[in-house]
């Protein structure tokens, strides 16, 4: 769980490919997780949670930037909306060795709105821009934009083109495209995630409109048939809650997708790879469950699934040896 320094960059960052990614998930897509990730796929693009820009300049930097650098490629999801102060975090994120800095332009929820931060940003498309230059003007790894398709009352085809060509005048030339408007009243983020409906084909015409910007797809993919249909249109794909919740379909990512003659990963082998990560956690004096709450899904699809989800979600906080029922979960998955 180390964090990088530059003078070590050169070497720490393998070559960086958006044709798959992990989405920033809050309370979700941490540290722990990524490493867990990691051992499933290694061509995968992983992000960050979203890291205010307040809470790295005002508070705990360190904490939030923490991250092995097993992780990479990984990127840092940044939200904020005063230039000068996300220029002052692209450079604390390159400094700590993160191949990418990617603003948030979609998150709708009303306390990042408060702040001009996330999705409410679509509708000041020349204060992103500003945004952006500021931040490559201050690093030289790549730096990118998450959006929605759209806001309620700013939803039209030719206002999205407005954002995207504002942006890309800043030589930003890489947008993951959410494909749904997002409603920034009445509707909570989660319902914001299913409710507007996905317009795969509004991002498939902004990929012909733009055809010189990396246009990234995200919002409803839950195969990799579904990530290899998507290909043949959009230059990558980007899968959220499906590879939380399922993430051994990670397993088969490389191979699939990036044509990886590696042998596919089995699910005791992954495992079996967290245990010294987890024992130099708790050596360190965290908690298990901070590392196996994003590892239930592992076991989905299997008899004894259920069991295995107990033992890493409940079971864990009435044992006195957390490694040795991490033991008995991996006998679940023998031979898996």
């Not at 904020?80 to 400094?95: F, N, T, Y």
């Not at 408007?181 to 507007?196: C, V, Y």
């Not at 029922?325 to 006998?331: G, K, R, T, W």
Request: charged residues 20%; proline residues 4%; neutral net charge.
């Amino acid at each position: 769980m180390t964090v990088k320094t530059a003078s070590t960059l050169e070497n720490a960052r393998p070559a960086l490919s958006r044709r798959f990614s992990v989405a920033p998930m809050m309370d979700w897509t941490d540290r722990h997780c990524r490493f867990f990730l990691r051992q499933l796929s290694k061509c995968a693009l992983l992000y960050t949670e979203m890291v205010t820009t307040g809470a790295l300049l005002h508070g705990d930097a360190a904490r939030f930037l923490q991250h092995d650098a097993a992780e990479y490629p990984l990127a840092l999801q940044l939200g904020g909306s005063v230039p000068l102060d996300l220029a002052a975090c692209a450079k604390l994120a390159e400094a700590a060795g993160y191949n990418e800095v990617n603003l948030n332009v979609g998150c709708p929820s009303d306390r990042v709105q408060n702040n001009m931060i996330g999705a409410c940003l679509m509708a000041h498309p020349a204060l992103v821009a500003e945004s952006i230059k500021a931040m490559q003007d201050a690093v030289d790894i790549p730096v990118t934009v998450k959006h929605r398709i759209g806001i309620n009352g700013r939803d039209s085809y030719a206002q999205l083109c407005d954002f995207v060509g504002q942006v890309a005048a800043t030589g930003c030339t890489s947008f993951t495209v959410h494909a749904r408007i997002a409603i920034l009243e009445g509707l909570s983020p989660k319902e914001n995630r299913d409710i507007p409906p996905l317009r795969y084909d509004v991002v498939a015409q902004l990929k012909q409109d733009f055809p010189m910007l990396e246009i990234v797809l995200n919002g409803g993919i839950k195969t990799l048939e579904d990530c290899s249909t998507h290909l043949a249109t959009f230059d990558g794909v980007m899968l959220g809650r499906e590879a939380y919740h399922n993430p051994y379909l990670l397993a088969e990512v490389d191979q699939r997708l990036f044509g990886s003659t590696e042998a596919v990963i089995s699910r005791s082998e992954a495992l079996a790879r967290m245990r010294p990560y987890i024992a130099a956690h708790l050596a360190s004096g965290g908690a298990m469950h901070h590392v196996t709450r994003h590892m239930l899904g592992l076991a989905q699809g299997f008899h004894g699934a259920r069991r295995f989800r107990q033992l890493l979600s409940v079971d864990i906080h009435k044992t006195n040896d957390p490694l040795g029922l991490l033991d008995q979960a991996a006998h679940l998955l023998d031979g898996r």
